[in-house]
């Protein structure tokens, strides 16, 4: 073999080496690449999937949330209509409460126990251990001297032609001032007051939410002193008056002791007597208030506002 034979040899061996080595390489690289996209959409795989759990969780909540809050909504609602604040309970207590109520099965020991605690505060006594006794009884006593306080918006989404007692399951349990047929009192707004009158629950009322709008009678009160407040005359009495006032926000009512230091006047500031007292008056009271239903106060002053 000649010497530039041996020379062509070497170089062709080695471009083979070179082609090999450029193939195992390419193949490597490729290899490496399959590998890094398979991490890459693995990941991705990864990443969407734990995005969809995500959301899941949070809609899952969310939709946890907004039952939990609509249903201590209506617990706080219901339990007010016989005198329990739901505020003073556990939340998760005062929905089982609820339930356990309007259920009428009276099953939970917890719920005997807050009927019977609130019987007790208001002076109901000498009840059966039995939750639906004590309820009935707390619904009785909050009919007479409860006054609900409304929105218009509830008024207004009363349908003709709805029962009477449809109309309280949407209004709520208040206090009944009638007597022979219901009227049943109702604060609206803070400023105006709303009678409900019928004869029987069942009867069908004719009007629509926009017409007993129409009804509403004005009663804003004048929050300038706390002991000072607007009034209607219920009864008289020779050197007492019992008054309603709604949407007074300490009572709905209160017996009035008239003293000889009690002013008595008309809104133009004339003199008055107590057999001149009538209609709409602006009280104002000592502050001294004895606990009671009604409770019972003093009138410092009494200005009649309706007079001829």
């Known amino acids: 073999m000649t010497e530039k034979e041996l020379f062509r040899k070497v170089i062709e061996e080695n471009m083979i080496n070179k082609e090999e080595i450029r193939v195992r390489v390419l193949q490597s690289a490729n290899r490496a690449d399959v590998i890094k996209r398979k991490e890459y959409y693995m990941r991705k795989r990864i990443i969407v999937t734990a995005a969809a759990l995500l959301v899941v969780c949070i809609t899952s909540f969310s939709a946890y949330m907004a039952v939990d809050a609509y249903e201590y909504n209506k617990a706080e609602r219901f339990l007010s209509e016989i005198g329990i604040n739901a505020g003073e ?36 006594k000498n009840l059966p251990n039995d939750g639906k006794a004590i309820y009935d009884a707390l619904l009785a006593y909050n009919r007479l001297t409860y006054t609900a306080k409304i929105t218009s918006d509830q008024i207004r989404a009363i349908k003709a032609g709805m029962t009477y007692k449809e109309i309280i399951d949407q209004l709520g349990v208040t206090k009944d001032i009638g007597s022979g047929m219901h009227i049943l009192q109702y604060a609206v707004d803070g400023d105006k007051i709303f009678y409900l009158s019928f004869a029987n629950e069942n009867d069908i009322c004719e009007k629509s939410g926009e017409e007993l709008l129409l009804t509403l009678v004005d009663d804003n009160q004048d929050n300038t002193d706390d002991n000072t407040f607007n009034a209607t005359l219920v009864i008289r009495h020779n050197n007492s008056i019992r008054v309603s006032c709604p949407n007074y926000k300490h009572f709905d009512e209160i017996d009035l002791s008239i003293t000889e230091n009690t002013v008595i006047e008309f809104a133009d500031g004339r003199k008055a007597t107590i057999d001149d007292i009538q209609g709409k008056l602006r009280i104002t009271i000592t502050g001294e208030i004895r606990e009671s239903y009604p409770p019972q106060g003093t009138a410092a002053k009494i200005v009649i506002l309706n007079a001829d």
Not at 90 to 111: H, M, N, Q, W
């Open 89 to 124: 309970l556990p939340r998760g207590e005062a929905i089982e409460v609820y339930k356990d109520i309007k259920s009428e099965r009276f099953s939970l020991p917890v719920t005997v126990s807050i009927l019977m605690e609130k019987a007790e505060e208001i002076g109901i």
